[in-house]
């Protein structure tokens, strides 16, 4: 296997008794996937977690060591209950510290606004030592990252803004694409089809995904590579035994 052909992994830890109570839905899951997507790189877990240090500290500790990035989301605020970077800390035995330029940055955005920089606030300059900071343009508190730890926003928009500034700093392999095949017929009936075409293709993964439409039975299948070429054989591969098996089936999805 070649650099280039290596399988970048990462997982997520989402972190907050908001998520489990069912109180808030994650919304981080999909959009730190698909941005992961982007630049190579496989999101292969995730785990949720409550707001305690022993849960965060063994779920960072696990997936650190079996995958290339380790992405958390929720605990790094200015309240209480906000004990992400402790956890992380203990996890990784280093001290937590006030990092200097995080400080500043706090400073600068809070020197107009009501209260300025007091306590609470200064909470979100706190980092495992060692931390380097990820810019955040939408609320003056960053992201923290520890070698290859990315401890993010649970505000899903403002975890927007922390991997915008990440864009094309990680290293990854090839981008994964895909094309969308919409078909009214059940799985069952198409199971053989996609097994044969994903065997028949290395490196391409089939999803099926089913639906009930308009009193109809219906599935799209998902076909992912990281080699343009092989995705669009697969994709002739599938539509034409779709064709010959006598199914409708419509490029792009239903």
């Known amino acids: 296997m070649t650099a280039s052909d ?142 290859n730890i990315f401890l993010m926003a649970g505000v899903p928009n403002i975890t927007a803004q922390m991997l915008e500034g990440l864009t094309g700093q990680l290293e990854g392999g090839r981008p994964l694409i895909s094309e969308t095949i919409g078909c009214w017929a059940q799985e069952s009936e198409i199971a053989d089809i996609l097994r044969a075409v994903e065997d028949a293709h290395d490196d391409c993964q089939i999803g099926s995904y089913p639906f009930f439409r308009e009193g109809r039975v219906g599935a799209n299948f998902v076909i992912r590579s990281t080699s343009a070429e092989i995705l669009e054989s697969a994709v002739d591969t599938l539509c034409e035994a779709l064709g010959e098996e006598g199914f409708d089936f419509t490029p792009g999805g239903i």
């Open 6 to 147: 290596k399988i970048w992994t990462a997982a997520l830890v989402v972190i907050g008794d908001e998520i489990l109570s069912g109180r808030t839905q994650d919304k981080n899951i999909a959009q730190i996937a698909s941005w992961l997507q982007l630049q190579g790189i496989r999101l292969n877990e995730v785990r949720v977690v409550s707001d305690d240090l022993d849960a965060i500290g063994g779920a960072v500790n696990a997936l650190r060591q079996s995958h290339d990035y380790l992405f958390t989301t929720g605990g790094i605020g200015p309240t209480h209950d906000d004990i992400t970077v402790d956890a992380v800390a203990a996890a990784l035995g280093v001290e937590v510290v006030i990092h200097p330029e995080a400080r500043d940055m706090l400073a600068a955005y809070y020197a107009k606004k009501p209260g300025g920089l007091n306590e609470a606030r200064l909470r979100m300059a706190r980092v495992p030592e060692g931390a380097e900071l990820i810019k955040n343009p939408l609320s003056g508190a960053p992201g923290i990252r520890h070698g």
